[in-house]
Nanobody
C-alpha cells in the first residue's frame, strides 16, 4: 500500500521558485507525478515520471518552467517549479499509478492529500 506525502509548498512571488517533494513506497506503482487544482477549476495534469526509464514529461502549460525528477533516495519524486506565475496557484497533488502513461491519463491513481502553492505579486 502506497502512502503519499507532499512537502515543500507555500507562497512565492512572481518569478520565484518552489520545490515540492513527494515521498512514499512506489514498488507496485512505478508511475508517479503531479496534478493540480485551482479554486473553481478542474484538476489538471502537471507532470509524470517512470521509475524504469527516463520517462519524465511535463504538461505544455508548465513546459520550460517545471521539471520532475527522482529524489536521491530513489523513494521520492521532486517537482521543481521555476518562474512561477499567479496562474500556478493551486493545490498540488502527488499521484502514483501503474505507469507514467496512466498518470498522464489520470486513471487508477493513488492520491496524496495535496499541498497548497500560492503565487502573488
Amino acid at each position: 500500500q502506497v502512502q503519499l506525502e507532499e512537502s515543500g509548498g507555500g507562497s512565492a512571488l512572481i518569478g520565484e521558485s518552489l520545490r515540492l517533494t513527494c515521498t512514499g513506497r512506489t514498488l507496485n506503482r512505478p508511475g508517479m507525478g503531479w496534478f493540480r487544482q485551482a479554486p473553481g477549476k478542474s484538476r489538471e495534469y502537471v507532470a509524470s515520471i517512470a521509475w524504469h526509464g527516463a520517462g519524465d514529461r511535463v504538461a505544455d502549460s508548465v513546459k520550460g518552467r517545471f521539471t520532475i525528477s527522482k529524489g536521491g533516495d530513489e523513494n521520492s519524486v521532486i517537482l521543481q517549479m521555476n518562474k512561477l506565475y499567479p496562474e500556478d496557484t493551486a493545490t498540488y497533488y502527488c499521484v502514483a499509478g501503474d505507469a507514467a502513461a496512466e498518470v498522464r491519463n489520470g486513471q487508477n491513481l493513488i492520491w496524496g492529500q495535496g499541498i497548497q502553492v500560492t503565487v502573488s505579486s
